[in-house]
T-cell receptor
């Protein structure tokens, strides 16, 4: 089974500051990597994902992430936080041979005015 | 439909009663997943369907939980003799199948919030 670890269950940033979300995974073969965002009282929606091809991926709302194979990590960033970024963020991985998705325990992002 | 739908959106039941939760996946999605999200916790995988078959039931927490899918579309998650610890949000997601489409995104429904009194 995959192991997915999100570093920081609660992250607070000031409005306009850099947002960094962190996810480490364990896999001998690079899996498919996903980040989902859950805004208050809403369902999960895809923030960004890496499957194949270009290692720098861009997501919604100004987030982007770079896949670094050697580091077994996938950390989205956003240069300038907005109040609307306050949400719960989940990292997920899926092996290239399996069918199950493995989710991290979530990171709650608070944006301070 | 345009997205994954789930019903009911909220369910309050008494301990010991049975409940059924329904999921309508996106048309054309052959893979369907059920998750449980407890307060302050991440998503807990329950079961996965490929078509009408469930090759992976490893996440079902007990034999009180069962799920079925018919016609490669609608799925029902049934919890028998509900317990208070079953209270959670139950999420359904669908995606395209395996193989080349393993990188495909899961699309989530809004969830069913279950409260067992």
């Amino acid at each position: 089974a995959q192991s997915v670890t999100q570093l920081g269950s609660h992250v607070s940033v000031s409005e306009g500051a850099l947002v960094l979300l962190r996810c480490n995974y364990s896999s001998s073969v690079p899996p498919y990597l996903f980040w989902y965002v859950q805004y208050p009282n809403q369902g999960l929606q895809l923030l960004l994902k890496y499957t194949t091809g270009a290692t720098l991926v861009k997501g919604i709302n100004g987030f982007e992430a770079e896949f670094k194979k050697s580091e077994t990590s996938f950390h989205p960033t956003k240069p300038s936080a907005h109040m609307s970024d306050a949400a719960e963020y989940f990292c997920a991985v899926r092996s290239r041979t399996g069918n199950q998705f493995y989710f991290g325990t979530g990171t709650s992002l608070t944006v301070i005015p | 439909g345009a997205g994954v739908s789930q019903s009911p959106s909220n369910k309050v039941t008494e301990k010991g009663k049975d409940v059924e939760l329904r999921c309508d996946p996106i048309s054309g999605h052959t893979a369907l997943y059920w998750y449980r999200q407890s307060l302050g916790q991440g998503l807990e995988f329950l079961i996965y369907f490929q078509g009408n078959s469930a090759p992976d039931k490893s996440g079902l927490p007990s034999d009180r939980f069962s799920a079925e899918r018919t016609g490669g579309s609608v799925s029902t998650l049934t919890i028998q003799r509900t317990q208070q610890e079953d209270s959670a949000v139950y999420l359904c997601a669908s995606s395209f199948s395996y193989g080349r489409a393993r990188g495909e995104t899961q699309y989530f429904g809004p969830g069913t919030r279950l409260l067992v009194l």
